[in-house]
Nanobody, 113 residues
């Protein structure tokens, strides 16, 4: 299982970013996927999840209405569209297939003026 996150960066409060996660080594379309984040000094937390077919999604209360998770099974890629970003969204973001133990390297998101 290999997961490669990209799309992070520095953005001002209120801005937007779109994260991508390219997956390989498993049958991507058969598995739910999730995005997690870890801020400095904090535990890793679940941000959003999506079912294998993309029909069902759920979100942490802290991002509901601002973030959207989606996937393209033809490209083996899961996305996280992040709008109305806040400084408290600053973290390293990771994608994961919950049934596997593997993590990618993550992508840094920094929200600061």
């Amino acid at each position: 299982v290999q997961l490669v996150e990209s799309g992070g960066g520095l953005v001002r409060p209120g801005g937007s970013l779109r994260l991508s996660c390219a997956a390989s080594g498993f049958t991507f379309s058969s598995y739910a996927m999730s995005w997690y984040r870890q801020a400095p000094g904090s535990e890793r937390e679940l941000v959003a999840s999506i079912s294998s077919g993309g029909d069902y999604t759920n979100y942490a209360d802290s991002v509901k209405g601002r973030f959207t998770i989606s996937r393209d099974n033809a490209k083996n890629t899961v996305y996280l569209q992040m709008n109305s970003l806040k400084p408290e969204d600053t973290a390293v973001y990771y994608c994961k297939a919950p049934q596997f133990d593997s993590w990618g390297q993550g992508t840094q998101v920094t929200v600061s003026s």
